[in-house]
C-alpha cells in the first residue's frame, strides 16, 4: 500500500468515529429532550390544579377581608355612638346625681348630729398640736 492510500483510510476511519460520536451525541440528546418534554408536561399538569387553587383561595381572603372590614366600620361606628351616649348620659345626669347625693349626706349628717352636742373647739394660742395630729406615730416620741 502506498501512503496516499493508507492516508485515506485514516482520514475516512476517523470521519467514521466522528460521525459514530455526534450520532451518539445526538441520541442522547433526543432522550434528554424527551424526559425534558414528559417532565414539563407532568408540572404543567400538576401546576394548573394548584394555581386554580390557590386563585379560588385568594378571591375567598378577599371576601373574608371585606367582611372582617364591613365589621370593623361597624364596631367603630357603635364606639362612636357609645362614647356620644356616655357624655350625654354623664352631662344629662352627672350633675344633678352629685347634688342629690351631698343632699342626701348633708341630711343624714344632720339628722345623726341632731340629739349630740357639737364637739367643742377650744383654741390655745402658742400651743401645737399633738403629734397624732401633725403625721401619725412615727412623729409623736420628738416632737410633743
Same mark, same amino acid.
Given at each position: ?6 492516508? !485515506? ?8 468515529? =466522528?460521525? $459514530? ?17 414528559? =417532565?414539563?408536561?407532568?408540572? $404543567? ?39 356620644? =351616649?356616655?357624655?350625654?348620659? &354623664?352631662?344629662?345626669?352627672? !350633675? ?15 339628722? !345623726? ?12 394660742? !402658742? ?14 416620741? &420628738?416632737?410633743?
Amino acid at each position: 500500500m502506498s501512503g496516499g492510500e493508507v492516508a !485515506g483510510i485514516l482520514v475516512a476511519v476517523f470521519w467514521a468515529i =466522528l460521525v $459514530s460520536f455526534l450520532a451518539l451525541v445526538l441520541v442522547r440528546l433526543a432522550q434528554t429532550l424527551k424526559a425534558t418534554t414528559k =417532565l414539563v408536561a407532568e408540572v $404543567s399538569e400538576q401546576a394548573v390544579p394548584l394555581l386554580s387553587d390557590a386563585s379560588a383561595t385568594v378571591r375567598s381572603a378577599h371576601t373574608q377581608l371585606a367582611r372582617v372590614d364591613a365589621i370593623a366600620a361597624d364596631v367603630q361606628e357603635v364606639t362612636a355612638n357609645a362614647s356620644a =351616649l356616655s357624655s350625654t348620659v &354623664s352631662s344629662a345626669f352627672g !350633675g344633678p346625681l352629685v347634688k342629690v347625693a351631698a343632699f342626701g349626706y348633708g341630711v343624714r349628717r344632720a339628722i !345623726g348630729k341632731k340629739g349630740e352636742p357639737g364637739p367643742k373647739h377650744t383654741v390655745v394660742v !402658742g400651743r401645737t398640736l399633738p403629734g397624732a395630729r401633725r403625721g401619725g406615730r412615727r412623729n409623736r416620741r &420628738s416632737k410633743d
